[in-house]
Nanobody, 115 residues
Framework: QVHLVESGGGLVQPGGSLRLSCAAS????????MTWHRQAPGKERELVAT???????NYVDSVKGRFTISRDNHKNMVYLQMNSLKPEDTAVYYC?????????WGQGTQGTVSS
């Protein structure tokens, strides 16, 4: 079955960086788009970044120029490099993919931006 495991979260000061990783298994990784979502306390989960199977990327406006999504199809990994972090980036970050009507999620990793 599909299994997604996020890692790399932590506490960082404003202006700092974090690199999130997501290990995927249970499906043909290279054939599927991957996304990162986040959910801040008291807010709905939002789509942050998407990478297509062919490597095309898209970002929510609030992270453009600061975040970079990438994938390694040999390792079945997807990454989110987050730079120039702001307190409003504090959230649980989730890796996601989908097939037909099914969406698959990891358990999430907490990223906290605070001085």
């Amino acid at each position: 079955q599909v299994h997604l495991v996020e890692s790399g979260g932590g506490l960082v000061q404003p202006g700092g960086s974090l690199r999130l990783s997501c290990a995927a298994s249970g499906f043909t990784f290279s054939n599927y788009p991957m996304t990162w979502h986040r959910q801040a306390p008291g807010k709905e989960r939002e789509l942050v970044a998407t990478i297509t199977a062919s490597g095309g990327t898209n970002y929510v406006d609030s992270v453009k120029g600061r975040f970079t999504i990438s994938r390694d199809n040999h390792k079945n990994m997807v990454y989110l490099q987050m730079n120039s972090l702001k307190p409003e980036d504090t959230a649980v970050y989730y890796c996601n993919t989908w097939g037909g009507l099914m969406h698959f999620w990891g358990q999430g990793t907490q990223g906290t931006v605070s001085s």
